[in-house]
């Protein structure tokens, strides 16, 4: 059994065939999805992403639910989208995570100063309701992790590194501060050389796995929109590369997700 830690599914990328995709997740063994709703907070894009879950509590498959502005969004943050989203958390169900949140300085789509700003009042109100938190992060290690070190400080639950893209001390700096590592369809690909070598560094028992579905579709499957099902080529890769058997990597990143998570 799988779990894809970081999915995309209810983004209208999926519109035409979204069963279809659950369906072929389910056959491919994946026990459970974890759906991050991103977009405008005032779109009603968090209230799609958690209704997804809702409508599908009764399939083999478990989808929760992430809820929080992007960095990308960070611009369209404010007083009313933190109560929504605060709101929306306490009443959804499955609803597991704030995220994701962080900075991404690559593409700059909002501010950087905004993105700061938008990152730590995440970060405080994530930790009043004791919900782990998804990091993005993206050309922005430093400040990335000064601001978990000065505004997060004493959050029982801490976090996850998503799609994980960044430098060996990063990786670092990141495990030190108790967070989870999860790698997707990029540890895959030719030229991560330097990305499969951290990832053999990371301590098992911090290791999550993801697609980020519909992007970075894994080695064999690139050049098609990725899916949760293809979340088996990234376990495959870490499992050679811890020298496990894909079922035992599988094993051992369900049992991170279900506990860091708290799930059942
Ligand atoms: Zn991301
Ligand atoms: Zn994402």
């Not at 992007?70 to 959804?92: M, N, V």
């Amino acid at each position: 059994m799988f779990v894809d830690s970081h999915a995309h599914i209810d983004g209208s990328e999926f519109d035409a065939d979204r069963e279809d995709v659950i369906q072929r997740a389910q056959a491919a063994g994946i026990s459970a999805i974890l759906n991050v709703g991103t977009g405008d907070p005032h779109s009603g894009a968090f209230e799609r992403a958690i209704e997804l879950g809702r409508s599908h509590q009764s399939i083999s498959t478990a989808i929760y639910t992430a809820i929080g502005t992007h960095p990308h969004d960070a611009r369209l943050y404010d007083d009313a989208a933190e109560e929504k989203t605060r709101a929306l958390i306490a009443s959804g169900e499955r609803v597991v995570a704030w995220g994701e949140i962080g900075l991404d300085f690559h593409y700059d789509n909002s501010p950087r100063d905004v993105q700061v700003d938008v990152f730590k009042r995440q970060l405080r109100a994530a930790r009043d309701l004791n919900l782990p938190v998804i990091i993005h992060t993206r050309e922005a290690e430093t400040e990335t992790i000064d601001i978990l070190e000065s505004d997060y400080d004493g959050a029982e639950r801490r976090g996850v590194f998503h799609c994980f893209s960044g430098s060996e001390h990063l990786a670092k700096r990141a495990l030190d501060l108790g967070f989870m590592i999860s790698f997707s369809g990029i540890v895959t690909f030719k030229k991560a050389e330097e990305l499969r070598s951290i990832a053999r560094q990371v301590p098992l028992d911090r290791l999550l796995i993801e697609t980020d579905c519909p992007y970075l579709t894994p080695v064999p499957h690139r050049g098609k929109r990725n899916e949760p099902a293809y979340v088996v080529e990234v376990a495959r890769c870490l499992a050679g590369l811890h020298g496990l058997e894909i079922a035992q990597l599988a094993h051992v990143a369900t049992e991170n997700f279900m506990r860091f998570f708290s799930l059942q």
